[in-house]
């Protein structure tokens, strides 16, 4: 589904990404791991088209996309999330979903919600949606609060809920577990491993969170100083020399 090949991005003298290849297939989950400064957010940059590559390719079905901007690219269904929580807070959590459902094809809302235009029975398929992928990320109670007013750990699953409103293909989240406690993150782990095939074809995944990763991935490419330092399932990197030694620190 996305292929990137020798994926490279400097800024000046910064080597940020540097020869970067790997793809997600559908139906998986595949994680990009690394220490700060390695690269990762930069190759959502890169493949969503926030940035224009120095060499390489981003290919999509087959297709080049390289430096497609970042509305195509979510049009091709390429949805990410960004490391800084982006709902907007003084919506309900229901209000974001349903918004972001609207949107999907449409000019943006600014004064009204719904439009008077609109018909009762696209007004009940988003309605009805919404509250399923809101039940899904657990805020099913949660329906009616400002987005502001939400935890740090719902608001995270809400951008999740946000994002999937989209009806991606490929769903990329970025740092998802930030800021979330060890229940948190283990919920959103099973929560992530139950969206490919159902509400997404498949994630690519940049997480600190190595519990999560290693539950969720199906593919693992870690990356050092802009470089793929190894690739493999989370059993091959739990015991990946180079990685213990350059990445996890092995005593
Ligand atoms: P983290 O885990 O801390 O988010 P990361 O792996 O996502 O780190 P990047 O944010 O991709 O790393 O940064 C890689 C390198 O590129 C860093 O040295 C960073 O300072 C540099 N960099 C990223 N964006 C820019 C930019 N717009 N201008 C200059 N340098 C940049």
Not at 88 to 100: D, G, I, K, M
Not at 216 to 233: E, H, P, Q, R, W
């Amino acid at each position: 589904m996305l292929e990137v090949k020798s994926l490279s991005k400097s800024f000046g003298g910064i080597h940020a990404v540097q020869d970067i290849d790997f793809s997600v297939a559908k139906g998986s989950i595949v994680s990009l791991i690394g220490p700060n400064g390695a690269g990762k957010t930069t190759c959502f940059n890169l493949i969503t088209g926030f940035y224009r590559p120095t060499r390489g390719q981003v290919l999509w079905d087959g297709a080049d996309v390289t430096a497609t901007n970042p509305h195509s690219m979510a049009r091709l269904g390429v949805i990410r999330t960004f490391q800084k929580t982006n709902v907007l807070r003084n919506l309900t959590a229901f209000e974001n979903v349903a918004h972001a459902q609207y949107l999907k094809g449409r000019t943006p809302l600014w004064r009204t919600f719904w439009p008077s235009s609109e018909t009762a029975a696209v007004k009940k398929e988003i309605s009805e949606s919404s509250f399923a992928i809101l039940e899904l990320m657990g805020l099913g109670k949660r329906l009616h609060v400002e987005a502001g007013a939400l935890s740090c750990g719902e608001l995270r699953l809400l951008e999740v809920g946000v994002a999937i409103a989209a009806k991606p293909r490929l769903l990329m989240l970025d740092e998802p577990a930030a800021g979330l406690n060890t229940r948190e993150a283990e919920g959103l782990a099973e929560l992530l491993s139950a969206l490919p095939g159902k509400w997404v074809d498949s994630i690519l995944l940049v997480e600190h969170n190595m519990n999560l990763i290693m539950k969720v991935s199906d593919n693992i490419v870690v990356m050092n100083f802009g470089k793929k330092l190894a690739t493999g399932t989370p059993a091959e990197i739990q015991h990946n020399e180079q990685v213990l030694e350059a990445y996890m620190g092995k005593a």
